[in-house]
């Protein structure tokens, strides 16, 4: 846990925070996206804008890109929520990390988009919650 702290403490201070909560961001993206892309509709639909909470935006777009036929959606889906939905310091770092990417990566326009897409985003994160 030590580790993941200290990625925090040094991510935090490179990204300024925005003047808006980042998750409320994340799904304005989201809506406006499906707004604009019926094809993206029904995964923004499923892995952002029906979540009940944020830790269940990054749980479900991991789990939807890890699973595989031995290893299900739905039990990649509750590792990843028990971990991501009981430490509250994860998901601080999550936070951190998007706001790094955002940051520094001039191809990355909005959260959303180093959520959905950035493998390197996700690796990061399953590897954490390993």
């Given at each position: 846990?030590?580790?993941?702290?200290?990625a925090a403490a040094l991510l935090?201070?490179?990204?300024e925070a925005?003047?808006?909560?980042?998750?409320?961001?994340?799904?304005e993206e989201a809506e406006d996206l499906a707004s604009r892309e019926p094809l993206?509709?029904?995964?923004?639909q499923d892995q952002v804008l029906s979540t009940e909470c944020n830790a269940d935006i990054v749980v479900r777009i991991l789990a939807a890109r890890l699973a595989v036929a031995r290893i299900p959606f739905?039990?990649?889906?509750?590792?990843?929520?028990e971990?991501?939905?009981s430490d509250e310091q994860a998901m601080k770092t999550v936070e951190a990390d998007l706001r790094?990417?955002?940051a520094r990566d001039p191809a990355c326009r909005t959260y959303l988009h180093a959520l959905l897409n950035?493998?390197?985003f996700q690796s990061l994160q399953a590897h954490r919650i390993a």
């Open positions: 846990m030590a580790q993941v702290e200290n935090a201070p490179e990204a925005p003047t808006r909560p980042l998750w409320e961001m994340i799904r993206m509709r029904e995964t923004l739905e039990d990649l889906n509750d590792l990843f929520h971990v991501l939905g790094a990417v955002q950035l493998k390197g």
